[in-house]
């Protein structure tokens, strides 16, 4: 038997093994990224998601003010049911030029920033290879590591590797401003349903009340809501959406009712 056989042996076993261990710790990692919201489109949708609930609640806090303020001063439902409308209405279109404001100046920035880093790839490449690799040697990477992550994420694509490196922007993450305005508008707008209800459609004599009740639960469940898809403390942020709804509707209500006391309406 040749003497470098169990050496040869050994060594192919220990080769099988880690051949085995990276396997199992591969399967481990591919059942982590299915099982973990570690994607940018989770990350989105909870944004999204989110943006929706706070939309939702400033329709509530937003209309229940205004009707709870109408209703202190008068009883009759015509002119309760005109400012709520005008409220919906106005404030969806509100909250829609808004976002759509913002989201216009914020692509257009995203846009502006891509279009350099695109200039500065043609006309520059190896100084931009080069600032690459610094930015992944400054986290931590050995400049050969470093080196070697830059020129291999530049030969997949280069543009996004530098737009997620030094701008933390993905060329595909871009909102639409439109579609923003339109999530906005609905979410104003289902949010502001509540409040419309709840004061039209119960005898004039539990209205006011009802629509406190109502729309103050309401509040605490999109605060609560709200705070849980941010991470936070759902108790303290309900607790402040109800405080600032009631607030407003005690405050609304009282200027209400004494103009109609006043008889200034």
Do not use: C
Request: without cysteine; proline residues 4%; negative net charge.
């Amino acid at each position: 038997m040749n003497a470098d056989e169990p050496a040869d042996a050994e060594k192919a076993a220990a080769q099988e093994t880690a051949a085995r261990e990276t396997a199992a710790a591969g399967q481990e990692l591919s059942s982590h990224r299915e099982t973990e919201p570690h994607s940018n489109d989770i990350a989105h949708r909870l944004n999204w998601l989110r943006a929706g609930v706070l939309g939702a609640n400033d329709g509530i806090v937003s209309v229940a003010a205004i009707v709870v303020g109408v209703a202190g001063a008068t009883s009759e439902a015509g002119p309760i049911l005109a400012a709520g409308a005008a409220g919906v209405v106005g404030g969806a279109v509100s909250m829609a030029l808004g976002e759509y404001v913002s989201v216009s100046s914020q692509r257009d920035s995203q846009r502006t920033l891509i279009e350099k880093e695109r200039r500065e790839l043609a006309e520059e490449p190896e100084a931009e290879l080069a600032e690459l690799a610094a930015i992944y040697e400054a986290k931590g990477l050995t400049p050969e590591t470093a080196a070697t992550v830059a020129r291999e994420l530049t030969d997949h694509d280069v543009l996004a590797a530098h737009l997620s490196a030094e701008l933390n922007i993905d060329e595909a993450d871009i909102v639409s401003p439109w579609h923003a305005a339109f999530a906005s508008a609905v979410a104003f707008t289902i949010g502001a349903i509540l409040p419309m209800l709840a004061i039209l459609l119960p005898p004039p004599g539990i209205r006011v009340p009802l629509t406190f009740t109502s729309v103050l639960v309401a509040l605490a469940l999109t605060g609560a809501l709200g705070a849980w898809i941010g991470g936070g403390s759902r108790s303290k942020a309900a607790v402040r959406v109800v405080v600032g709804g009631a607030l407003a509707l005690a405050a609304t209500f009282a200027i209400g009712n004494l103009l109609g006391a006043s008889g200034v309406v």
